[in-house]
């Protein structure tokens, strides 16, 4: 037996054994420990049952050294084979050889058999792609790695040490870990490929792609302290063939992925990086609801700015969002709707004017509505341009242009000031503008969000078309109080 704790420390137990047939000693005199030898036979559920007379070593222990038949031994009952020069002494059961396990073949100077694991520091892991059974296997190739391989759990761990591992034929390399088993080859660390760094340690890989878990993704650009898209926490498949890769959150509706040059963070549930086209394209399946979906400014000076969508595009050789199927866009308290409800945002997050734009102001009662807007965002609490109000009266319904929106404050309470848009307007005489049942206004108009009615600060008379010449307007005001 060899669970003596002078053989590799006591690794071994009574399952690793040598059978000696009965013999007969003709004599002991010989001052030669190495003329001691007994022929028998090693069992072990390491490998088969080796034939190799057992004798003294230099070291003083009882072993040999063996050579594997061409075809190799099966190791541990599995299809894993190891070949080439097998060492029993007291630094245990040693190889230098290879072992061949799926598509895969490890050389190293020494392999430390165990009787549940084998341990190496190894010179070259050389794995062929291909499928094998249900698995499906990459190209990937290091020199000088470490390995644990656990054979009854059907897990080989194989670390690099100095240079990382080649995949995909070049295309890709990985600093970490691989995972060899029947059913695939898993992984963890930080793979780079095609201008792009996932870091995870939930990695799977196929002959032709890879996926990821819970993982930290860049896609890289020019500048190596900013990447074109950031993706925290995001579940990542990477088709190498088609070069096309999906991204989506690992949590719905958390905002993990970035864009740092727009500046713009988004939840949007799958994104789908085209490396030919330099396009991430965004969609929203039609199960997430659209609050779940949305678009949120990191820029300081937009003050947080949060919006929902059902798609974009980014195109990363202009570093440009655009967006589409907005609802509507809440700036102070008003909702701003972009016309064929899209945007697009330049890089510092700048948003190009919007032209034709609607609003309903304010969001809490609809009071006001207004069309055909040239608007400009300017922050999450402020927007500027100009608008149509449409305003509806008993007899008909007008147009009045409103211009310069603002915002005003009111105190609220204990010193707690609550914030809502006004915008101001003329209304020229031509537009016959009835403020009530034979009444025409004309002068100044103010739309406070807070209130229903209209301020009027200008003239009034009566709508009297049937007297010739009759042109009296009365100075009036109102503050819709």
């Given at each position: 037996y060899f669970d003596n704790v002078f053989v590799l420390d006591g690794a071994y137990d009574r399952s690793v054994y040598y059978v000696i047939p009965p013999f007969d000693i003709d004599s002991l005199n010989s001052t030669d420990p190495s003329s001691i030898s007994f022929p028998g036979t090693l069992y072990s559920d390491i490998f088969p049952p080796i034939e190799q007379p057992?004798?003294?070593?230099?070291?003083?222990?009882?072993?040999?050294?063996?050579?594997?038949?061409?075809?190799?031994?099966?190791?541990?009952?599995?299809?894993?084979?190891?070949n080439n020069d097998i060492s029993l002494?007291?630094?245990?059961?040693?190889?230098?050889?290879?072992?061949?396990?799926?598509?895969?073949?490890?050389?190293?100077?020494?392999?430390?058999?165990?009787?549940d694991s084998v341990n190496s520091v190894g010179t070259v892991m050389d794995m062929q792609e291909g499928a094998l059974g249900s698995a499906s296997f990459p190209q990937a190739y290091v020199e000088d790695y470490t390995l644990k391989w656990l054979p009854w759990a059907d897990s080989m761990y194989i670390a690099n040490n100095a240079e990382p591992f080649d995949l995909y034929n070049q295309t890709a390399s990985m600093n970490g870990e691989v995972i060899l088993t029947s059913n695939g080859l898993l992984g963890a660390g930080t793979l780079f490929t095609r201008g792009s760094e996932a870091i995870s340690d939930k990695m799977a890989f196929g002959q032709s792609q890879f996926s990821a878990n819970n993982a930290s993704f860049q896609i890289q650009s020019d500048n190596p302290d900013k990447p074109a898209l950031a993706g925290e926490d995001v579940y990542l498949n990477f088709d190498l063939t088609a070069n096309k890769a999906n991204i989506s959150p690992e949590q719905e509706g958390v905002a993990a992925i970035e864009f740092p040059y727009a500046q713009f963070q988004t939840s949007i549930t799958k994104a789908v990086w085209d490396l030919e086209e330099e396009t991430v394209r965004m969609s929203k399946p039609e199960d997430v609801d659209i609050d779940n979906s949305y678009f949120y400014a990191t820029r300081e000076e937009l003050d947080s700015l949060v919006f929902s969508a059902e798609e974009a595009v980014y195109r990363i050789p202009l570093q440009q969002l655009d967006i589409s199927g907005i609802p509507y866009i809440t700036v102070a308290d008003a909702k701003i709707t972009p016309e064929n409800n899209q945007v697009q945002i330049r890089e510092n997050a700048k948003f190009d004017t919007f032209t034709n734009a609607t609003l309903v102001i304010d969001t809490l009662n609809e009071y006001h509505n207004l069309f055909n807007g040239t608007i400009d965002i300017v922050s999450r609490n402020e927007f500027r341009g100009k608008a149509t109000y449409e305003l509806v009266s008993a007899s008909d319904t007008f147009a009045i242009e409103l211009t310069e929106f603002k915002t005003d404050s009111v105190q609220e309470g204990r010193g707690e000031y609550y914030t809502y848009t006004v915008a101001d307007?003329?209304?020229q005489e031509a537009q016959n503008l009835i403020v009530s049942p034979g009444?025409?206004?004309?002068?100044?108009?103010?739309?406070?969000?807070?209130?229903?009615?209209?301020?009027?600060d200008g003239e009034v008379k009566l709508d009297l078309k049937t007297i010739p010449g009759y042109n009296t307007w009365i100075s009036y005001s109102s503050d819709a109080g």
């Open positions: 057992l004798g003294v070593l230099p070291d003083n222990s009882m072993g040999f050294k063996h050579k594997t038949p061409e075809e190799g031994y099966a190791l541990y009952g599995s299809t894993a084979t190891y002494d007291s630094k245990g059961l040693r190889g230098t050889g290879t072992i061949d396990f799926l598509t895969t073949t490890l050389e190293s100077e020494d392999f430390v058999f165990y009787v307007g003329t209304v009444m025409l206004y004309r002068g100044n108009i103010r739309m406070n969000a807070v209130k229903e009615a209209l301020e009027l």
